[in-house]
C-alpha cells in the first residue's frame, strides 16, 4: 500500500510538472515583409489578414467593430471608385515607422489582389503627382480628412504595392524592393529577433525604443530606464486570441522588479474591474485575472487567452455561437 501511494504521489508530481511546463514557442520563419521595409524603422509591425479571415467567429466581431466607424472621405471615394475592399482583398501587410514621434513616417509593403488599373485612375481622378522611381511609377496624392496630409503608393508587382505616408518614404520602400537601400532584415541579428517574436503571430510589432518612441512613450522616463524593447502579438485560433507582450530590460534585476510591478498592477486592475457594474469592465477584469507573467533573464513576458465570448464581452457584443463540429 505504501509502495502504490508512494507511486501515485509520483505520477501526480509528473503530471503537474508537465501542465505547468511552459509552452514552447513557435519555430522563427521567414518574414518577406523584413526585406522591403526600410532599415531605419524603429517600430516595425506585420499583420495576416488573411488569418484573420479563417476565423468567422472574428470576422463577424470585426465589422460589428467596423460598423460604428465612419469611413474617410478619402476611403470611401476610394472604395466607390475601384471596388477594393481591404477586408476581402488584402492578406498580408508589413510596415515600419520611423523619425519624429510627433509626425512620424510609416513605409510598408502591402500584399493582395488589386484592381490595378482602377486605382491609378483614380490617383489620377484625384490629381495625384506621378514621378518614375528607378522604372516604378510613384504616386503621391493629398488627403481630405484632417489634419491634411499624403498618402504615396507604387505598384510594385501584380500582388505587392509599396505605401509610405509621402513620396519619400514609399520610394525608399521602391528602393529597399529593388535591393538598392538597406532594409530591416539586412541585419541578421536583428532578422533573427524580428522573426522569433512574429512567429506564430496573426498581428505583431516590435518597437526597438533607442530607434523610435511614440509620443506617449517619450513622456514615460521611468519605462525608458528600464525597458529598451517593447513586442506584442496576437494570435487568432478557433480557440479565442491570444495575446502575447514581450518587455526586453537593460538587466535582469530591472526584469525582475518589472515583473513583480506588472503581477501587482494586474491583480490590482482584477479587484477594481470586478467591482464596475458593465460587462466590460467585468470581462477586463476576468481577462486580468487569466494572465501569466514569465521572466527569464532580461526578457518579462506576459501572455492571456481571450476566448470568443470574453473577446465579445470585451467588445459589447453579444457571445458568439459555438462553432458547430
Known sequence: MVLVAAVAAVAAVLYWAWRSRPEAAPAAQPVPGLAWVPAESGLV?????????GQPWLVGELRGVAGAQTETLDYRAFVEATGFDYARDLDRVWLGVYGASEQPTVAGVAEGRFAHEKILTHARAQGARVTLQ???????????AQPAGSFAFAFLNATHVAFGSDARAAARVVECWQGRAAAVGADAGRRGKLERLAAGQSLWAVDDLARWQPTFLRAQKDLQSVVTVLAVGVAVSGQGLTLEAEARCREPQLARQLHDNLRIAALAGRLALARQPDSASRAAGEALGNLTFTREGDAVRVRVLLPPSLV????GSPAPAPARP
Open 45 to 53: 509591425a506585420g499583420i495576416n489578414l488573411a488569418a484573420v479571415r
Open 312 to 315: 465579445a464581452a470585451l467588445l
Open 134 to 144: 528607378e522604372g516604378i511609377e510613384l504616386y503621391e496624392v493629398r488627403t481630405r
